[in-house]
């Protein structure tokens, strides 16, 4: 090994071709939308405003990363589980070598941001983390909105008892301090029980409610219609249910791994009271205005009020809190990896890394915690002056 | 006002008894008490080792029963365990059965005794909570002034281009969680790489002597993290008060800009921060925890993270009765003080 390590510029050149593609599809995907803004309808009017315009291109930087990264095995250099007793602590730019065995061909020829304690590559071991950041936290809150949607509707719209109820428990959950709760619920041993297979049972089963519902008020006038749209719901629900909540799928496609499973839950369980206290708020102003009395006189139903009538005027504050919840859930996925909380102890875990790189700064070896940091800190940013840019483009209309 | 106090506090300890009884609950799980056991005897024992050893003890007793005699309504058990050795739950070390009180709960003042620090769980968190009340001291000192005075500099002019630069600032606080924006301080802060080294990257001197060296990073992570909350809370109430009609004909009367800011709009545009610097203190609780483990600052947060993780059951009950105390006496307050600064809601 007779390479010389690599300069600051040099490295920066290497990342860079590393990150051609999701360069090239994000230019691509901007002038796409410049061009066609104005048909575009509220995403279009995103590049009307700055800060939504650099929110967007951080948060799309970052999900076609884990795009390339899990589908085409593209971005990243190394295996992120490949250790090298060469390369531990090495500094960026450092030529890849292994002490033992041979290196892979396929690998690349330097670990541009060097080597962590274990000598693994850091570089990669950002990309790796960017999947499964990029997979659970929107979904997270997808799930999180739709227990909200379908708990807060009701209580804002019938009130009473109720709704005494349920905001009773949300402040419950809310009251909780988040980490004793995650100390609580993701542990092996909470695992062994088998609680997080029950309150993903409960939790996800309100999605399907959610479309059954949904469906049904809209259509329960042509039986026809109604019959295709709960059938199709209802066939992949079940089927996506069974295998995500209970492991259980029939023909063996879906299933979520026990750790993952409980992070979720926790993740759901710990968004979804807050999301229920928007959407209440919400309904309980909506549901003064005329046109719901309209609807009231005319004569329609109360879910068919509440989720064609009421849900569509609340979508501006909702989508805004969605963008927002999602960062939050990134936040909390990695304060999940600080406390080495529900995940294998080599995953790649930008909370993670940062408390291992963390331990070594003191040694003055800032490389190993600042990639992830500044990772899960541009993400997170993007989704704030995302929702910022969507927040003022609503409040515009 | 009065009916009103009482049913929130009715409320509360409601919550609190069921909050308490769910990390009771999940901490005497099956699974987690023989955890508990094997770091407390021996890893190699076999499965009815553990049961008798936990039956010895009492815990295998009903969680309600077992929750009762932790809360001092039930009485406590006396077992004669299968060693032949008689235990009670109320008895110190030492002390002959018969002498031992009947109840003996949280109720009675009796927290229980912590199986990792070896010490009574009341001393440990008096002592935490000191370290940790110093911290959010000077977090509170810190964040408050510069989040209202962020607020108002971007609330008194709507649009402006101060407004916009203050406004992304604070959205980038808050967007950068503890453990990020620690680790960054620290960094540039802290080591010899960057050189700076203005400040110290561990807090564990603080506990005996604060200085500014070694308390500013652990205080300014916590602070940053709340601050963008306030801020925009404080800027979009300041923002509403300066378009109303009285701002108006303060204005039209010819008073100067900053006498309108000061004088006239200032006192109203505060009630709305008032309850969300209240409601902030959950979240602080999560910063706390975070920051006291980040730079080692053993706290009530560094605590919480030392009973969870060592299942240490009832030091981690006390920690959390005092954690959700701690949440719902700041809602009782930010509601009472919500009421009491705007006479435009009733309770009644």
Same mark, same amino acid.
């Given at each position: 090994?007779?390479?010389?390590?690599?300069?600051?510029?040099?490295?920066?050149?290497?990342?860079?071709?590393?990150?051609?593609?999701?360069?090239?599809?994000?230019?691509?995907?901007?002038?796409?939308?410049?061009?066609?803004?104005?048909?575009?309808?509220?995403?279009?009017?995103?590049?009307?405003?700055?800060?939504?315009?650099?929110?967007?291109?951080?948060?799309?930087?970052?999900?076609?990363?884990?795009?390339?990264?899990?589908?085409?095995?593209?971005?990243?250099?190394?295996?992120?589980?490949?250790?090298?007793?060469?390369?531990?602590?090495?500094?960026?730019?450092?030529?890849?070598?292994?002490?033992?065995?041979?290196?892979?061909?396929?690998?690349?020829?330097?670990?541009?941001?060097?080597?962590?304690?274990?000598?693994?590559?850091?570089?990669?071991?950002?990309?790796?983390?960017?999947?499964?950041?990029?997979?659970?936290?929107?979904?997270?809150?997808?799930?999180?909105?739709?227990?909200?949607?379908?708990?807060?509707?009701?209580?804002?719209?019938?009130?009473?008892?109720?709704?005494?109820?349920?905001?009773?428990?949300?402040?419950?959950?809310?009251?909780?301090?988040?980490?004793?709760?995650?100390?609580?619920?993701?542990?092996?041993?909470?695992?062994?029980?088998?609680?997080?297979?029950?309150?993903?049972?409960?939790?996800?089963?309100?999605?399907?409610?959610?479309?059954?519902?949904?469906?049904?008020?809209?259509?329960?006038?042509?039986?026809?219609?109604?019959?295709?749209?709960?059938?199709?719901?209802?066939?992949?629900?079940?089927?996506?249910?069974?295998?995500?909540?209970?492991?259980?799928?029939?023909?063996?496609?879906?299933?979520?791994?026990?750790?993952?499973?409980?992070?979720?839950?926790?993740?759901?369980?710990?968004?979804?009271?807050?999301?229920?206290?928007?959407?209440?708020?919400?309904?309980?102003?909506?549901?003064?205005?005329?046109?719901?009395?309209?609807?009231?006189?005319?004569?329609?139903?109360?879910?068919?009020?509440?989720?064609?009538?009421?849900?569509?005027?609340?979508?501006?504050?909702?989508?805004?809190?969605?963008?927002?919840?999602?960062?939050?859930?990134?936040?909390?996925?990695?304060?999940?990896?600080?406390?080495?909380?529900?995940?294998?102890?080599?995953?790649?875990?930008?909370?993670?890394?940062?408390?291992?790189?963390?331990?070594?700064?003191?040694?003055?070896?800032?490389?190993?915690?600042?990639?992830?940091?500044?990772?899960?800190?541009?993400?997170?940013?993007?989704?704030?002056?995302?929702?910022?840019?969507?927040?003022?483009?609503?409040?515009?209309? | 006002?009065?009916?009103?106090?009482?049913?929130?506090?009715?409320?509360?300890?409601?919550?609190?008894?069921?909050?308490?009884?769910?990390?009771?609950?999940?901490?005497?799980?099956?699974?987690?008490?023989?955890?508990?056991?094997?770091?407390?005897?021996?890893?190699?024992?076999?499965?009815?080792?553990?049961?008798?050893?936990?039956?010895?003890?009492?815990?295998?007793?009903?969680?309600?029963?077992?929750?009762?005699?932790?809360?001092?309504?039930?009485?406590?058990?006396?077992?004669?365990?299968?060693?032949?050795?008689?235990?009670?739950?109320?008895?110190?070390?030492?002390?002959?059965?018969?002498?031992?009180?009947?109840?003996?709960?949280?109720?009675?003042?009796?927290?229980?005794?912590?199986?990792?620090?070896?010490?009574?769980?009341?001393?440990?968190?008096?002592?935490?909570?000191?370290?940790?009340?110093?911290?959010?001291?000077? +977090? #509170?000192?810190?964040?408050?002034?510069? &989040? *209202? $005075?962020?607020?108002?500099?971007?609330? =008194?002019?709507?649009?402006?281009? !101060?407004?916009?630069?203050?406004?992304?600032?604070?959205?980038?606080?808050?967007?950068?969680?503890?453990?990020?924006?620690?680790?960054?301080?620290?960094?540039?802060?802290?080591?010899?790489?960057?050189?700076?080294?203005?400040?110290?990257?561990?807090?564990?001197?603080?506990?005996?002597?604060?200085?500014?060296?070694?308390?500013?990073?652990?205080?300014?992570?916590?602070?940053?993290?709340?601050?963008?909350?306030?801020?925009?809370?404080?800027?979009?109430?300041?923002?509403?008060?300066?378009?109303?009609?009285?701002?108006?004909?303060?204005?039209?009367?010819?008073?100067?800009?900053?006498?309108? +800011? #000061?004088?006239?709009?200032?006192?109203? &545009? *505060? $009630?709305?921060?008032?309850?969300?610097? =209240?409601?902030?203190?959950?979240? !602080?609780?999560?910063?706390?925890?975070?920051?006291?483990?980040?730079?080692?600052?053993?706290?009530?947060?560094?605590?919480?993270?030392?009973?969870?993780?060592?299942?240490?059951?009832?030091?981690?009950?006390?920690?959390?009765?005092?954690?959700?105390?701690?949440?719902?006496?700041?809602?009782?307050?930010?509601?009472?003080?919500?009421?009491?600064?705007?006479?435009?809601?009733?309770?009644?």
């Amino acid at each position: 090994m007779n390479k010389d390590a690599l300069s600051w510029g040099a490295i920066i050149g290497q990342m860079g071709i590393q990150f051609a593609p999701v360069l090239i599809l994000l230019v691509i995907s901007f002038a796409l939308s410049l061009t066609f803004k104005r048909r575009l309808g509220l995403y279009g009017k995103l590049f009307d405003s700055t800060v939504g315009m650099i929110g967007l291109a951080l948060v799309l930087f970052w999900v076609f990363t884990a795009f390339f990264a899990g589908v085409f095995d593209m971005v990243a250099t190394h295996n992120p589980l490949d250790q090298s007793a060469m390369m531990k602590k090495a500094l960026p730019g450092t030529p890849y070598s292994k002490l033992i065995g041979t290196p892979d061909p396929d690998a690349g020829a330097y670990y541009l941001l060097g080597g962590d304690n274990l000598g693994r590559d850091v570089f990669s071991r950002v990309i790796a983390g960017s999947i499964k950041v990029i997979l659970i936290a929107p979904f997270a809150t997808v799930f999180a909105f739709m227990v909200g949607i379908t708990l807060g509707l009701p209580a804002g719209y019938y009130g009473g008892r109720f709704d005494t109820v349920l905001s009773f428990l949300s402040n419950l959950v809310l009251a909780f301090p988040v980490i004793l709760l995650f100390y609580l619920l993701v542990t092996p041993e909470i695992v062994q029980t088998g609680i997080p297979v029950y309150m993903a049972a409960v939790l996800f089963i309100f999605p399907l409610v959610f479309l059954v519902i949904l469906w049904n008020s809209r259509y329960h006038t042509q039986p026809m219609k109604r019959n295709v749209y709960l059938a199709i719901t209802l066939v992949i629900g079940l089927w996506v249910y069974l295998g995500m909540a209970w492991d259980a799928d029939p023909l063996g496609l879906i299933s979520v791994p026990p750790n993952v499973l409980v992070v979720f839950v926790a993740v759901v369980f710990v968004n979804s009271p807050t999301v229920f206290r928007i959407v209440r708020g919400l309904v309980l102003d909506i549901k003064t205005r005329d046109y719901v009395a309209a609807a009231q006189t005319r004569g329609e139903g109360p879910w068919y009020i509440m989720l064609w009538e009421i849900l569509p005027n609340a979508r501006g504050p909702l989508l805004v809190d969605f963008c927002l919840r999602i960062g939050y859930t990134t936040i909390l996925l990695g304060t999940l990896g600080f406390f080495g909380l529900g995940l294998e102890s080599e995953s790649p875990d930008w909370g993670k890394m940062i408390i291992d790189g963390r331990r070594l700064l003191s040694a003055n070896i800032l490389h190993i915690a600042i990639p992830p940091a500044l990772a899960l800190l541009t993400l997170v940013l993007g989704l704030n002056f995302l929702a910022d840019g969507l927040r003022e483009e609503s409040l515009r209309d | 006002m009065g009916k009103f106090i009482l049913r929130r506090i009715g409320v509360m300890i409601l919550t609190a008894l069921c909050l308490t009884f769910i990390v009771f609950f999940l901490t005497n799980l099956y699974p987690n008490l023989e955890k508990f056991a094997k770091t407390q005897g021996n890893f190699r024992m076999s499965d009815e080792e553990v049961a008798t050893f936990l039956n010895n003890r009492g815990y295998l007793q009903p969680t309600v029963t077992k929750y009762g005699q932790w809360l001092g309504v039930l009485p406590g058990y006396v077992i004669e365990g299968t060693d032949g050795k008689v235990r009670a739950r109320c008895a110190a070390p030492g002390q002959p059965i018969e002498e031992a009180p009947r109840f003996c709960g949280v109720l009675q003042g009796n927290w229980g005794f912590s199986t990792t620090i070896k010490e009574d769980v009341g001393g440990i968190i008096l002592e935490k909570l000191g370290l940790t009340g110093i911290l959010m001291f000077w +977090v #509170m000192l810190l964040m408050v002034p510069s &989040a *209202l $005075i962020l607020g108002v500099l971007a609330g =008194m002019r709507e649009g402006s281009r !101060l407004d916009r630069s203050l406004s992304t600032f604070s959205i980038s606080t808050t967007a950068t969680p503890e453990y990020v924006s620690g680790v960054l301080f620290i960094a540039i802060f802290a080591s010899s790489a960057v050189g700076l080294k203005w400040f110290k990257g561990t807090a564990t001197s603080a506990m005996d002597n604060v200085t500014f060296e070694n308390f500013f990073l652990p205080v300014l992570t916590i602070a940053a993290y709340g601050m963008g909350y306030i801020a925009r809370m404080t800027r979009a109430s300041m923002a509403e008060v300066m378009t109303s009609q009285y701002i108006r004909t303060a204005r039209l009367k010819g008073v100067s800009f900053p006498n309108i +800011v #000061m004088k006239h709009a200032l006192r109203n &545009a *505060l $009630i709305a921060p008032f309850t969300v610097i =209240m409601l902030q203190f959950p979240w !602080l609780l999560n910063g706390v925890v975070i920051v006291e483990t980040l730079f080692n600052y053993k706290g009530f947060g560094w605590t919480l993270v030392l009973a969870a993780g060592n299942n240490d059951i009832e030091l981690l009950l006390g920690v959390s009765v005092i954690s959700v105390f701690v949440v719902l006496v700041t809602q009782l307050i930010s509601d009472i003080g919500y009421v009491y600064l705007n006479p435009r809601i009733s309770v009644s």
